[in-house]
């Protein structure tokens, strides 16, 4: 409605206003003038995309540049004008954009013309009151206009005009609010000072009341006080805003300011004006206390409390360091805290975004003065929620940070670790958390906890940001702290060990170790993956694994100083001692990959003997046995001779290191282990492969979970890496307990009503019984038991509902432990993946790949029955991709399968079954994927005799792939037979048309051994046919196929599948349901790939027996078609049909080649059906070619088609008219057209026609189709329709006649025994001479 209004009041007026003030009928004569193209863009400008608008104003500007009209120009501004008071909020500022574009562009247009159009337009004094709103809007946008268009400023008689019509809508707050106050500073402070001293009283009244006001009398006053402060001290005198009469106004002023930015979320100018003024008079700190913490925060209002966090981050670029720490320790810090600690549900507004940008571009701004920006990174550190600061501890800003500054921010953070001063902090409690009663909750115990657990990954999170620009010296610093607090304490300071001179204050706890340890093996796993260091970098090029390694030895061996938290025995030093041995000795062979992987894994191992002693000095002694087998094994050596009956051999062993390793829940664990399995892979024994597949196994898995302990460390680690969220939820939502406790209760009571067994019912009435409770036959109605028994059968329920609910309790447990079991289960089994997609990666033509198939088909069958959650979803994800991708596409794959052919040729059997027997058509899709990867295997493999020899002339003849292939064609085609039989005939076969086509694509001998299957499904019942039909189609079209034949195979193959389909056409059109039309459509389309073949293979088979059959069922096929609401599918079979008969020489009839319309009857005049087609001249300006003579030599055609046939519209050469004439002349000669129409068909003619194409209703043909219609009739020369039948046309067979090259036609037209040939010298002297006529003037 808006928008209707507002364009209606853009168009000319009605012819009634045009009487009355006599200009109507100009404007709209002006209108007509213009073009669409001009209205449109006016329409653009009030769309409300952007980049719409944006181009709409451009092409309005452009087009007035390149036709500077002044009528076009009058009305573009009478159309901006009428849309500044348009009915849509959205749409006045575009106009108002749109004005400011062409007031900028065109500098001739006065400004003050353009004040009085809008005036006039929206007169303020004669406006109707609905019209009010738009109206003062219109003179607000107006304005805002021209002070856009940069003009206002420069024009002392318009910018006069302009704020005196802003203080006029000023008064209007009920519609503009304090728009037009805004609009005016923003004017005011783009003037010359020349100009505000002259406009200054008539703005700003000399009452200070009345200045503090509204915050925009406030902004002016203090734009006047910069610009020109002596004008404005003699209008006020001396003014003290911070005075103690003035600060309340101020508060409210700033009060009003806050809610009127609150859609916006900014800081309003005022705010920021009154703190340069304050920080400018020198009374900051009584306008932070009073003004902002005083008074705003006091008002409880929240846009007045995101007004001071906004003061307070725009405050810190101008702040001195004795400034900052006032405003970072007062009551604004402790709000801030507890909003950033409070507001943690998705639908509540964060302000912390928005102070980081504030925090990282004080700290970008000062890169100079590192101890500011250190004083700030400390300032909000110290902000903390009972120990726990409110900044994350990957805090971006940092980025920032000055190098000298980032090793000081470190240094305080390693201080406050050992030495916590919880005075130094600003600490607070939420309403909340005070209400708790529990004293151990608020103790300094749990505060120095959670701060030291925030400082040590804190710490980390410093050198695993990339970002963060740092020193080798600072991550080696911050590597070694975690270390030494993970598993060391200090006995006695000395000097070779820095760690060791400051001693913590408060001693280290057990858990908070813990979490040190966490925070320690996270940063290893950061520093491997992120810091490998390059030789130049370092001062000795090792990793940082080894350097922790001696660092770890160091402090051993000053065992008098430093002592281990958990002191390790003899034999796990003597392990320790023999891994740095080992080191030493690889050291000359870094430069080996599989060395520097091994390398890897056991300094891992070694330093994780401080975590876990017992376990990783078995894995030491292990990891170093198979280190020196694998290192000292030859690299040809067989793989019977590295078995030794006595032990098994070290790859196995090591998988089994590798499998313990995994079950830690350790990124760091995963990655070494495929590394290192990744180098020895290629060493792999059948039974270390099966240790792996033996975890993967579901059965096997259950049935040995004692060999391998998965752990658990997910909790763990959560409550390490993320304890701001886990106890910030448990102190910070009293409520939400209390209502989850209540939740609880209930979902206990209905555990209780749903679990009740008949043990606990029977017991509940042997209670109520004994306590008669209940009434029994004998009993009396009238007899109540007494207090004493009514408080011991109270008791006696209470003790067993309170028995009922432990066994609920301890089911829910039992049933969460195994569901806890199972995640880890399978989270160890995606791990294990791993090691598969290595082997399938790396070793691709190793033969213990094909031994992967069926247990990752069995998984991948098994996880489709059952997964539902995402970690089950995962796996299968992971398996299936393995695979596929890996796996079954891989470029790679055996060569060597020795005598395991006939397993193979099992195996494909097998799978073949099995993907028969599915019961989804995706998870046979896996198993028929395996038959395939199985039949490229045996393939690609030779057969371990050699061939005998063969004379040469035999060699040329044999089949090279499959003469020398381990794969038996014979077999296997067999096996693929039954499958493709079973498919064509079963009713819900889960295999599919595409997995046969890839059969057929990657093996086209197997296809050649499948043809017969197919070809007897072609007559089939609907649903066979159809697959079978398009299983030929593609068959038949791959070149592949083709040379598997020899001789005349080929061509007998193609008449047989013919003959199938000719048998099919018999019932064409007559299809009801929906399976017999698609069953019709794939006959006819296999048909059509049957003639593709014969024509461009230059088959000899003969296509008369077809050509009839169509032929006959072209009228049938016609009426069902035009018979009004057809079945769907008809019209794509009338189209397949003509494809099949273009084929075969005949061409579609130009009014069918329309689309589904009726038919004009014959009393209608084609003409007149063109006429109402738009772009059709009219019969009278169409130029005459016929001459008589030409169009009486054409007395054979149809009457109809000589009467209502309309003038052609070729070009001007006439001999490209002869052969419409000439077709019609064979006709005459003799030759049959070949077509049979009958009287029951409404668009052919009773009559013989000319030619195949030829119908009464159809146009007179263009020149290029009349010449395309005689070379059709050259060629097509048939025999008498009576003789059809003795004797095939060789004119179709072999080669197409409608595509038979030129200097061939005569030879053919010969062979055909038609007077073609004959008639050719004739039409040729006729060509002749019409062309001698037609060069004649």
Known sequence: MAETEAMDMAEPMSPGEAAKNGAGSADRHDLLQHSREFLDFFWDIAKPEQETRLKATEKLLEYLRTRPKESEMKYALKRLITGLGGGRETARPCYSLALAQVLQSFEEIPLCSILEQIQEKYDLQNVKKAMVRPALFAHLFGVLALFQSGRLVKNQEALMKSIKLLQILAQHRNHLQ????????????????????????????????????????????????????AKLKKLFGAVDLFSNENIPRLVEVLKIASASVKKERKLPAVALGLLRLALEEKKFPRFWNEVVEQGLLKKQFLPASYLCFRLLGAALPLLSKEQLQLVMRGDLIHLYGEHLVTAKLPNQFKFAPEMDEYVGAFLEGCQDDPERQLAMVV?????????????????????????????????????????????????????????NQDPSFHSPERAVFRLRKWIILRLVSIVENTHVEKEEALVQEVARFCLFHSFFETKKPTSQIPETKQQPSVPLESRIREVVCSAFFSLLQALSTHFKPVPGQTPDGQPWTYRLVQFADLLLKQNRNVAAVTPLTAEQHQAWDRMLETLKEMEGRSKEVKARAFHHLLLLVGIHLFKSPSESCDLLGDIQTCIKKSLEEKPHRTRSKATEPQEPPWVEVLVEILLSLLAQPSHLMRQVARTVFGHVCSHLTPRALHLILDVLNPEKSQEEDDSVMVTDDSDEKQLEMKMEKDEDQDSDNSDSEEEEESDGEESDEEALDGDVDQGFREQLMAVLQKGKALGGVDSDDDEELGDEAMMALDQNLASLFAEQKLRIQAKKDEKDKLQKEKALRRGFQIRVLDLVEVLVTKQPENPLVLELLEPLLTIIRRSMRSSSSKQEQ????????????????????CHDVGNHVEALHAQVERLVEQAGRQADSSIALYYFNASLYLLRVLKGNTPSEPPPKTPKKQKAKAKAPEATSCLDVNRVAQVYSSALSSFLTKRNSPLTVPMFLSLFCRHPVLCKSLLPVMVQHVTSPAQPRQQACQLLQKALSMGELKRCFEGSEWEQLISQVLAKVTENMRTLGTAQAKLEQQR?????????????????????????????????????????????????????????????????????????????KETPSGSQNPVSLKRKKKGFLPETKKRKKRKPEDAAGEDAKPAAASENQPPSSGKKKRRHRKPAKASAQSQSN?????????????????????????????????????KKQRKLSQVNGAPPAESAGKRPQKGLSGELPQLTPPQKKAKLALANGSPSLLQGEAKKKKKKAQLKKAGKP
């Open 379 to 435: 300032a909000f550190s110290s902000i903390t929620n009972q120990g726990h600061p409110v900044v994350p501890t990957f805090w971006r800003v940092v980025q920032f940070l000055n190098p000298r500054a980032l090793k000081d921010y470190v240094a305080w953070l390693k201080d406050m670790f050992l030495q916590p001063n919880l005075d130094s902090l600003v600490d607070f409690s939420t309403s909340n958390q005070k209400k």
């Open 1230 to 1266: 003799g030759e049959p057209g070949t077509q049979s129409p009958t009287p029951s068909t409404p668009v052919t003619n009773p009559s013989a026609s000319a030619s195949p194409t030829k119908s009464p209703s159809a146009p007179a043909k263009t020149p290029k189709l009349q």
């Open 874 to 893: 995962d796996f299968l994800h992971k398996t299936a991709r393995i695979f596929t991708h890996d796996l079954c596409r891989a470029r790679h794959y």
């Open 178 to 229: 304090e728009q037009p106050q805004k609009a005016l500073v923003d004017i005011l402070s783009e003037v010359p000072e020349a100009v505000l001293k002259e406009v200054l009283p008539e703005v700003l009244k000399a009452d200070l009341s009345v200045v503090l006001g509204s915050p925009e009398y406030v902004e002016l006053f203090l734009l006047a006080r910069q610009k020109v402060p």
């Open 1080 to 1156: 019709e459509l794939s006959s006819l389309e296999l048909l059509i790939i049957l003639l593709k073949t014969v024509h461009l293979q230059k088959l000899t088979v003969d296509l008369t027996g077809i050509l009839g059959l169509l032929q006959g069922l072209q009228p049938s096929l016609q009426q069902s078609l035009q018979q009004g609401p057809h079945a769907a599918g008809s019209s794509r079979l009338y189209d397949l049909y003509w494809q099949a008969m273009k084929f075969l020489g005949v061409q579609r009839p130009k009014s069918e080649k329309k689309d589904a």
